[in-house]
């Protein structure tokens, strides 16, 4: 994924300097950028005060009670946005939305959705983008991460600004809800989903905040982990959210099964997301996180947990790792029991309906991180059972792994 990344971000950066003359007048400030003065360690400790301690992300008393999608609380977004952590990207206003939502147990919680607004708004055009934050560290969530002073591990993350950017310079409305919820569960399907259909609710009731329309055109889009989340969100909302109109949804290079992934990356570069993966399920199911209390084997249980605490950038030193070294029982342990039950609940698509939203799939012929056989197979299902699914097989992004560390 981390080198398809890169290579989707340099997509994005050409794109981005084709279009510069066109954006950069209404959307980024002026060509002089903020000297970097902070230190990375600074950045790091300032980074770390948000969310835990910042009490906009905590819901007022008796939130349980309302209807999920409802505003709890707003304020404008209180930094800077940026792609870079240096250039600040200033669209015409920048909104967080606190609201209900429910995790993947169905308990209820809060997360924050991101509301840019752009100059000569569509009212009636709201791209729902589907941020990958990569991490089970609440402080490599978007609602963060996109801002100024957000940590150094998570600048290559940051970068995925300038797609938001694009759908502004549309004059599109553009939401972004934070993708692992307050916990960071990432990788939860379920969590992902709830999190992003009930986003959509909230924003749409947003109007005497945001000025956007009651019933905006809508669509969605995500590449990678955010493809997972926006699959999960289409396959789930005919149950959860049946009143929630979107018009389509872009799913790009999808992991339809993470048992499958699990298996197939131990000790190949694509391993640095399992200690990440295994640790944001680990937030939203309490079994799993138990069941790790007792089967990390105690030497390597702290280097196992490290993730918690980081950013995407700082997991690269666990490319190739033996997984199942870090367990009693080893690797087959983990594909049992537990594990596989929390792995089969929020981590394989298509067991739990249909989309009704039409997709956009797209997806690397060449994806070694994700076979295509895998996609085919997630594809005909749902095209049986009758999804409107229209596939694009042509880009060529999540490739080329052993180059990893050569940008
Ligand atoms: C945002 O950027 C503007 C212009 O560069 C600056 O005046 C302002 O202080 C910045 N805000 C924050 C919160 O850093
Ligand atoms: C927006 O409208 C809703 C519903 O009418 C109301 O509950 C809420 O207080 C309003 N918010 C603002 C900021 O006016
Ligand atoms: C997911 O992958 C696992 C491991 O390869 C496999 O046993 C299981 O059948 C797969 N599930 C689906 C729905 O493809
Ligand atoms: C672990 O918890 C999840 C969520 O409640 C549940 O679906 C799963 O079956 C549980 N696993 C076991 C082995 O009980």
């Not at 870090?326 to 981590?347: K, Q």
């Amino acid at each position: 994924m981390a080198a398809g990344f890169t290579a989707f971000l340099m997509h994005l950066l050409n794109l981005l300097s084709l279009l510069s003359l066109t954006i950069a007048a209404p959307l980024t400030g002026s060509s002089s950028s903020p000297s970097q003065t902070t230190t990375t360690l600074q950045r790091l400790l300032q980074s770390s005060k948000t969310t835990k301690q910042d009490d906009f992300y905590k819901p007022p008393t008796g939130f349980e009670t309302k209807p999920p999608g409802t505003i709890l609380q707003y304020r404008p977004v209180p930094g800077n946005l940026t792609f870079d952590n240096k250039k600040p990207v200033f669209p015409k206003a920048a909104w967080q939305l606190l609201y209900r939502t429910q995790n993947s147990v169905g308990a209820p919680i809060a997360n924050i959705v991101t509301v840019l607004v752009p100059y000569n708004a569509k009212k009636t055009n709201l791209f729902v983008y589907d941020w990958f934050s990569l991490s089970p560290s609440p402080l490599c969530l978007p609602s963060v991460g996109m801002q100024i002073g957000g940590r150094a591990d998570n600048e290559d993350i940051q970068a995925q600004f300038l797609v938001p950017v694009f759908a502004l310079n549309e004059g599109w409305y553009v939401s972004i809800a934070d993708d692992g919820g307050p916990q960071a569960g990432f990788s939860s399907g379920p969590l992902a989903a709830y999190a992003i259909l009930d986003s959509i609710r909230a924003v749409k009731s947003s109007g005497n905040i945001t000025g956007i329309s009651s019933d905006p055109i809508t669509t969605m889009y995500g590449y990678s982990a955010s493809g997972n989340a926006v699959s999960w969100a289409t396959e789930l909302q005919p149950a959860y959210a049946p009143e929630l109109k979107v018009a389509g949804a872009a799913v790009g290079g999808i992991t339809p099964n993470v048992t499958f992934l699990m298996e197939t990356a131990n000790g190949k570069p694509w391993s640095m997301f399992g200690p990440p993966t295994v640790m944001g399920l680990s937030h939203e199911f309490s079994n799993l996180s138990h069941w790790l209390d007792e089967n990390l084997l105690p030497d390597k249980a702290a280097e196992f947990r490290r993730v918690e605490n980081q950013c995407f950038r700082s997991f690269y030193d666990m490319q190739n790792i033996d997984f199942g070294g870090y367990l009693r029982g080893g690797l087959s342990a983990f594909l049992t029991g537990v594990p596989l039950s929390v792995m089969e609940h929020a981590g394989i698509q298509g067991m739990h309906g249909t989309p009704r939203i039409p997709w956009y799939l797209f997806h690397s012929a060449g994806d070694d991180a994700s076979p295509i056989e895998e996609v085919d197979k997630l594809y005909a299902k749902h095209c049986a059972n009758g999804a409107t699914i229209q596939v694009s097989y042509m880009l060529r992004i999540h490739t080329s792994v052993n180059s990893l560390d050569s940008h």
